[in-house]
């Protein structure tokens, strides 16, 4: 009994609740919405509680389903005009309460989903009305609306697709060429259609908010991934917000006409990163996985989106073939009869039946009557037959309809018009035949109508394009640090008495090397053993193809000691990994690690009781190849080695790193992200001035972080870039000019280039080679006009020197009219407001 009636329940859920039929797309509840309103269609709203109560004479539930799913009909905005307040699905604002709003069906609807002549009927649930068994629609609604249900062991979720897509996808299958159709959603956003699989179960898109950079410290959402509200997106930001993956200050939904969320971002924090810390860890990026299940015959089954529109397109040009026939019946008998009625009244027929006495006799007379002057498509034409051919025989039911003619017809007969009426009906009846013949070209003309009169507005929305992956662990923002206990093996966030090794993020890993000649990755969190006697700790990236380690180490099983360098891109979390060949005896002599696979020379000094010849000599490892971590090295000798010792450090043997500025957060990186630098190499420094009046040259490290508020500019630093400066000096009451060469060899301290005095304020600072400047002053009331080309002005000069006098008093303003300088890369995007590049002006009046 229990399998009977689970069974039964299953059956009944699947087809009469959670899944669409594939003729009309609606669920059941859907159907009865639509068929009740076309009940009560007389061109005007109805209230949504009257719709409700006479739904509820087909639909055997409570009012609430009903009026659910009516709103979720009406706010697809396709069969339903609404009026009142309907809720908003891009914030997620419920409808006003039922009595409060208005529905009527749109002239789409009327048109695509209803002819009663087409559609086959049931009894209601309680046997007192009848109800379509599917309502005759002439459009693809499933694959237009979408659909989502959940029914007893299985599911559908079918995505909303482009109106005019799919009316134009349908044009192409009857003309016999292939299509494909992609979702469209009315919260646009943007959709990575790789996976999508036609929609099957086994496909997913992803679907992304359209995030709009409205300066460097806000972000604008302007457009929602399907099915997220500005609600619930807003939650997953704070919640993003307050596990640290990302950094804000605050985040206000202003949505109105259209989508805004405004957020605004913490000090420092760059916006491109945030972007992608946005799509990698908050609703902004949803993905979603499509399974198109129809009821077919009474059976569930699963199709692509394309045999869904392929089976709705024949099921359309079929229902376009009845209602053919229906009217090519209509016109045949309207002819018929205006054929026989011509014939009765011209020819004086109906004087016979005066003189008949019983109705018999009535009908008989007429008949006979008739026959004299038609002939049916049985008999065959006589010679000389004139008589007029009739479409079928002579029925009963015509000559009882003959016989009910009023006087007042007969005697207002009027031939002309009578035949005026019959040759429109032979053309339209010409006309329908035609149609009934080319029914496939019929059936483009109607859908090729259909996007005439109501594509206006339906619009492409989503716009379909390809994601980059975006790894969590680049966009994460740094929440935690990374601390190690080299003796005792342990590394984490929570060892705040041990070392400090870099700042990290709480989703980060962790490789670690270990003395014995191994090293494994682990995921960081609080605290985390790996092995006693750590070498080397820090954040791993994945992919890293950059940072190469050099490593020497003692093969125990034959006594050499090994040469490598390799690269760690793609690991195993928690797997121990030797470094050496494994052996028994085998140890680490010499390990480094270099970020940008920096070459280096070591000095080898081998024991005094071996017996090789040349007991000290060096090694470099710029002539051995990087390979992969297993690779067992090069031989760098056979002998005991007693010492090892760096002599120097090599360039790069990868080639230079370009390297770009994050103007909002002032980090490195090789992104292409914010302000291009130049080609790192070894050795490269970078030059940074302030808007202090200082200069600063850095050792390279990509690991620095400036402050965009200090900064004035930022470039790779060259020893013969010419600094030209114009400063107010305060002491003497001067406007100086200053060109010089930075000449101090300390590298990562600031020195200041203009004097000290409190009062004293740099105006202009370039590294252009020629820059000339267009400068005003006021001389006793009145406005004085200049130019000075910088270089011409004064020679190179020491980075101590005052400079020479341009004026003996304040300049009231200051404007580059000429600049010469070498291009920099272009930047991979630009973002709004202003940017500095090497060699700009930068103005400071």
Known sequence: MYQDYFLDYASYVILERAVPNIEDGLKPVQRRILYSLKEKDDGRFHKVANVIGHTMQYHPHGDAAIGDALVNLGQKDLLIDCQGNWGDVRTGDRAAAARYIEARLTKFALEVAFNNQTTDWKFSYDGRKKEPINLPMKFPLVLSQGVEGIAVGLSTKILPHNFIELIKASIKILEGKSMKIYPDFQTGGSIDVSDYNQGKRGGKVKV?????????????????????????????????NDKGKIKIKKVVDNTAKDVEVAIELASGVSPEVTMDALYAFTNCEVSISPNACVVIENKPHFLTVQDILKYSTEYTKDLLRQELEIRKNELEEKLHFASLEKIFIEKRIYRDIEE???????????????????????????????????????????????????????????????????DRLNEELTQVKHDLAHLTEYAIAYFENLLKKYSKGQERRTKITTFDTIQATDVVANNAKLYVNYKEGFVGYGLKKDEFVCDCSDIDDVIVFLKNGTFKVVRISDKVFVGK?????????????????????????????????????????????????????????????????????????????????KKIFDFDFGEIGIKGRGAGGNILTRYPVRKITQKSVGS????????????????????????YLGEFDTGSAILAIYKSAEYEVLDFDMNKRFDPKELLSIEKFDPKTVISCMYYEGSKGWTVVKRFN??????????????????????????????????????????????????????????????????????????????VTNEAPKKKSDGEGETFKPGDTIELF
């Open 533 to 613: 006697n750590i070498l080397h700790a820090n954040v791993w990236k994945k992919g890293d193809d950059r940072t190469t380690y050099n490593l020497v180490y003692l093969d125990g099983a034959t006594g050499r000691s090994m040469a490598k360098r390799f690269n760690v891109t793609s690991i195993t979390r928690d797997k121990e990994y030797p470094l050496t060949k494994g052996t028994k005896g085998s140890k680490v002599l010499y390990f480094t690690v270099n970020p940008n696979g920096e070459s280096e020379i070591l000095t080898v000094q081998l024991t005094q009781g071996c017996t090789a010849k």
């Open 652 to 675: 790069s043997t990868l080639g230079a790193l370009k390297v770009w500025m994050d103007e909002a957060s002032g980090r490195l990186n090789n992104d292409e992200r914010g302000l």
């Open 356 to 422: 008949c006495e019983t109705w018999e006799e009535v009908l008989e007379t007429i008949n006979v009557g008739l026959r004299k002057y038609v002939r049916t498509p049985k008999e065959e034409a006589k010679k000389d037959d004139n008589r007029l051919l009739l479409l079928r025989d002579i029925s009963e039911d015509d000559i009882i309809r003959l016989t009910e003619i009023k006087i007042k017809r007969i005697s207002k007969y009027n031939t002309f018009k009578a035949d005026e009426l019959m």
């Open 208 to 240: 992304r908010a359209k995030i709009e950079l409205a300066d460097k410290k806000h972000l604008h959402v302007k457009e929602l991934p399907y099915g997220v509200t500005t609600t619930s997106l807003i939650d997953s930001i704070i919640k993003a």
């Open 742 to 819: 930075v000449e101090t060899s300390t590298n990562n301290q600031r020195f200041l280039f203009i004097t000290d005095h409190p009062k004293t304020k740099l105006m202009f600072v370039s590294t252009k080679p020629n820059p000339t400047l267009k400068y005003t002053m006021k001389v006793k009331s009145e406005k004085i006009e200049g130019d000075v080309n910088l270089a011409e002005f004064i020679d190179v000069k020491g980075w101590k020197a005052m400079g020479n006098k341009l004026s003996d008093q304040r300049l009231t303003g200051i404007k580059e009219i000429k600049s």
